[in-house]
């Protein structure tokens, strides 16, 4: 069965969190442990199996860091 997929180009994240507080699913968080190319804190997928593909994360993002992808094996 295939599921959906969350792509963030990191490298341009800018650690705002709007994509956190969207998510209805509650499966983005800031990565602490990493900092970017740009200096920033970005933001991760901790649970892809609970991913609706609701859209609203990438619907948010001021910088267009992420893409949503339904049925991904």
Do not use: H, W
Not at 24 to 44: A, C, F, H, M, W
């Amino acid at each position: 069965m295939a599921g959906n997929s969350v792509f963030f180009d990191e490298k341009f994240c800018k650690g705002c969190l709007l994509c956190v507080a969207s998510c209805p699913q509650k499966i983005l968080e800031q990565d602490t442990e990493r900092v970017n190319s740009s200096g920033y804190n970005p933001v991760r997928c901790v649970d892809p199996d609970k991913c609706t593909a609701c859209t609203m994360c990438a619907r948010i993002c001021p910088d267009s860091v992420i893409t949503v992808k339904r049925g991904v094996s």
